[in-house]
């Protein structure tokens, strides 16, 4: 894999993490009240994560893909780069 695949799947798997975190804050009495920050260090994986255009490259990660779009969309996390 690419440098840039890998630090893409990286943030599919912290994804998966930070959900996971922000299902149990209400069961805690705390509710998440803003988006989540997904950082990282790699400005080629967070375009593959924002750029709706399909790249043969990426074709093995559509499916990471498609989830961290889902979850931009609909302003559950935010992809700043650090």
Do not use: C, Y
Request: charged residues 25%.
């Amino acid at each position: 894999l690419s440098p840039e695949e890998v630090e893409f799947q990286a943030i599919a798997s912290g994804l998966t993490g930070g959900l996971w975190v922000r299902q149990r804050l209400p069961a805690l009495g705390s509710p998440p009240q803003e988006t989540s920050k997904i950082m990282s260090d790699n400005k080629a994986a967070i375009q593959i994560s924002e750029n709706p255009v399909q790249h043969d490259r990426t074709k093995h990660i559509e499916v990471d893909r498609q989830f961290i779009k889902e979850k931009l969309e609909t302003k559950i996390i935010t992809l700043p780069f650090v």
